[in-house]
């Protein structure tokens, strides 16, 4: 994880979308998968659980499951409700992942593209960002009007995953999605 610095093991493919999302949003103080089993009892015997993600922010610490709804059953809903109960008497705040809107996942994985150190030799960023302070542009405008457009899309994208600049993650990036100037520093 770019954020943290730490490398994150996962086991599906829905993990690995719920670890770029929390990348994404940063403020992560520190990420544990698979952190710890609970056992408990039920009715129709003894349980184990192992939640999948503990993140600890710093805003407070989450822990979640991932499971695709149309995977979740009657005894997934048992050890989810245990690990919810886990959560409450920690003071965490509990969570089930169980599926993504398309388009957000799509645009993560796009400007994730761009979330590495990079150098700026051409001086885009700048640009870009003066351009966004003068009010909301359409991502095809902003890159457009460059000496490089490709190169500024790449440079576009990375200030997009930085917060340096934003976009609607509720609707699909294209060249008509509408940037808006992000916080100044960054995350």
């Not at 770029?20 to 659980?49: E, M, R, S, Y």
Request: contains cysteine; proline residues 5%.
């Amino acid at each position: 994880m770019v954020s943290t610095g730490l490398q994150v093991g996962f086991e599906s493919l829905q993990e690995a979308k719920l670890l770029l999302a929390l990348d994404f949003l940063g403020g992560i103080a520190t990420l544990l998968c698979q952190p710890f089993w609970l056992h408990f009892v039920t009715p129709d015997g003894a349980v184990k659980h192992a939640p999948d993600v503990l993140v600890i922010t710093t805003t407070g610490t989450w822990l979640i499951d991932v499971r695709p709804q149309g995977r979740i059953g009657a005894e997934d809903r048992v050890k989810f409700a245990a690990t919810a109960e886990v959560a409450l008497a920690c003071g965490w705040r509990y969570l089930v992942v169980a599926g993504w809107r398309q388009q957000v996942m799509t645009t993560l994985d796009g400007i994730s593209s761009q979330r590495r150190s990079s150098s700026d030799p051409l001086e885009l960023r700048p640009l870009i960002l003066d351009r966004t302070r003068s009010g909301p542009c359409s991502f095809g405008t902003l890159v457009s009007g460059t000496i490089a457009p490709a190169v500024a899309r790449a440079q576009l994208l990375h200030l997009l995953w930085w917060r340096r600049a934003g976009v609607d993650l509720a609707r699909p990036l294209t060249d008509d999605s509408i940037i808006y100037p992000g916080e100044e520093d960054g995350r």
